[in-house]
C-alpha cells in the first residue's frame, strides 16, 4: 500500500485507476432509437406518429436518458387514449411503474401548457363563434376525461370575443349543482353580454338529461331580460359532443 492508502501497481508507486466502464450496447442503441423518434417527428409532424410515439417523445422530456417507449404504451393501455393520461389524476398516475413525484408533476406541467395554448386560440380578436371547431377542440381537450362533472361558463362580450372562461362548479360522476341566479350574477360582474355553457358527462355520453335542458332553459329565461344572450349549451362526452342549440332544446 502507499503513504496515501493507494494499491501500487507492483512496479512502482502510481496508485492504480479503474479503466471507465464501457457503455453498453443496450444503451447506445436507446439513445439511438430516441434520436430516431426526434428526427422522425421533426421530419413529419406530430400528426403522423402513432399517440404511443407521441407520448414516448413527451415522456423523454419528462424522464432523461431512458427508453419510454414500453412506458408510453402501458400508460395509454391503462388510462385509453393519448388525452386520458394527461388527464390522469396525480394519485393514478403515481400508481403506474416507472413514474415517480417529479415525473407525474411534469406531465401535469404539460397538460397546463396544453390548456394554455387551447385557450389562447380561443381567446384572440376574432369572435369565439367563428372558431368553433377550436371551441370544441378545447373543452374537449379539458373536460372529455374528467372522472367528476365540471360546469363551464364562457363569458363573451357585444363582439362574441373571450372576456373570461371559467369552471363554476364541480359535481359527482353523474351531477353537478348550478345555480343559475349565480351564473347571471357572475356575467353582469365582468360585464359580458353573451355566455356559452359547457359540461362534461364522465360516463361517455353527450346525451343531454332532461335536468340538463331545464336548468339551461332557466338560465336562459333570467338572462335574456337582462340583455345576456345564451349562445349554447355543449355537453362534452369522451369521443363526441352535444349542442343544445343543435339540437333545437333552447
Known amino acids: 500500500m502507499s503513504r496515501d492508502g493507494g494499491e501500487r501497481d507492483g512496479l512502482g508507486e502510481r496508485p492504480m485507476t479503474l479503466a471507465p ?63 386520458a393520461v394527461f388527464n390522469a389524476s396525480e394519485a393514478r398516475l403515481r400508481k403506474v411503474e416507472g413514474l415517480g413525484e417529479t415525473s407525474v408533476a411534469h406531465l401535469k406541467v404539460i397538460q397546463a401548457v396544453a390548456a394554455r395554448f387551447g385557450r389562447d386560440r380561443i381567446s384572440t380578436e376574432k369572435p369565439i363563434l367563428s372558431s368553433w371547431s377550436q371551441l370544441i377542440d378545447y373543452c374537449t381537450t379539458q373536460m372529455a376525461y374528467q372522472s367528476i362533472e365540471q360546469f363551464r361558463i364562457l363569458f363573451l362580450d357585444k363582439k362574441n370575443r373571450l372576456i373570461a372562461d371559467e369552471v363554476q362548479q364541480t359535481g359527482t360522476v353523474d351531477h353537478t349543482p348550478v345555480y343559475p341566479r349565480e351564473v347571471i350574477k357572475r356575467s353582469l360582474e365582468l360585464g359580458a353580454t353573451a355566455l356559452i355553457l359547457v359540461h362534461n358527462h364522465p360516463s361517455g355520453d353527450p346525451a343531454p338529461s332532461s335536468a340538463d335542458v331545464r336548468m339551461t332553459r332557466e338560465i336562459g329565461d333570467i338572462a335574456k331580460p337582462l340583455g345576456i344572450t345564451l349562445h349554447d349549451h355543449l355537453v362534452i362526452g369522451k369521443n363526441s359532443h352535444a349542442s343544445l342549440r343543435a339540437l333545437k332544446l333552447i
Do not use: C, M, N
Request: no cysteine; proline share 2%.
Open 21 to 83: 466502464l464501457a457503455t453498453s450496447a443496450a444503451q447506445i442503441d436507446g439513445a439511438g432509437h430516441r434520436q430516431r423518434v426526434r428526427e422522425r417527428f421533426l421530419r413529419v409532424g406530430g400528426d403522423a406518429l402513432e399517440d404511443y410515439e407521441l407520448l414516448e417523445l413527451a415522456l423523454q422530456l419528462v424522464i432523461p436518458r431512458k427508453d419510454t417507449k414500453a412506458l408510453a404504451k402501458t400508460l395509454l393501455r391503462e388510462f385509453g387514449s393519448f388525452s
